[in-house]
């Protein structure tokens, strides 16, 4: 099974800041590599697939870069909804997530 | 636009059976591939099986193999999972979610829509 470690484990941040979240994976992965987002009581929402592709409706300000095993999520620009729990999860060899980032406002 | 309604949650001793429900509705169902999705209390994301537009192929995750069941109806837009042999550790709330894939007969293992979930709990 390829793990995801997603660090930090916690982001205290302030809207209008810049957030950097990361994923390393246990062995590579390719491109093969997606990032969710999921606020409390609510269902994850596909932001990024294939390391790098905003799905349909994501806003510019989110973009995905990396390959191999390190991958990073930015966040241009803190808007107030953004501030929710970010989850990678690869599809390389049967799909597994990290254990999630809490990004809240500082 | 992509709507997923589940149902059939609710509380279950241990070795007890329960089967979820997903209604599916504002795509074309028949041709997409499905996935279930689990999240234990508290706890991260696993995935938990997948199916084949036409059930051609299906396949499940460690945890529950052998012990759960997934299947579909297209001609109620629906998509079921048959959990039996439950065990405490299959507490969670279970997402059903469409694959991403457009490219009829491909599925890419990455979730593009996703249900509201429903909570299974197994417990004496």
């Known amino acids: 099974e390829i793990v995801l470690t997603q660090s930090p484990v916690t982001l205290s941040l302030s809207p209008g800041e810049r957030a950097t979240l990361s994923c390393r994976a246990s062995?590579?992965?390719?491109?093969?590599l997606a990032w969710y987002q999921q606020k409390p009581g609510q269902a994850p929402r596909l932001l990024i697939y294939d390391a790098s592709n905003r799905a349909t409706g994501v806003p510019a300000r989110f973009s995905g870069s990396g390959s191999g095993t390190d991958f990073t999520l930015i966040i241009s620009s803190l808007e107030p909804e953004d501030f929710a729990v970010y989850y990678c999860?690869?599809?390389?060899?049967?799909?597994?997530f990290g254990q999630g980032t809490r990004l809240e406002i500082k | 636009q992509v709507q997923l309604v589940e149902s059939g949650g609710g509380v279950v001793q241990p070795g007890g059976s329960l089967r979820l429900s997903c209604a599916a509705s504002g795509f074309s169902f028949s041709s997409f591939g499905m996935h279930w999705v689990r999240q234990a209390p508290g706890k991260g994301l696993e995935w938990v099986a997948v199916i084949w537009y036409d059930e051609s192929n299906k396949y499940y995750g460690n945890s529950v193999k052998g012990r759960f069941t997934i299947s579909r109806d297209n001609s109620r837009n629906t998509l079921f999972l048959q959990m039996d042999s439950l065990r405490a550790e299959d507490t969670a709330v279970y997402y059903c979610a469409k694959e991403h894939s457009q490219i009829l007969g491909r599925v890419t293992y990455y979730f593009d829509s996703w249900g509201q979930g429903t909570l299974v709990t197994v417990s004496s």
């Open positions: 999860q690869q599809r390389f060899n049967w799909p597994t």
């Open positions: 062995q590579s992965v390719l491109s093969s």
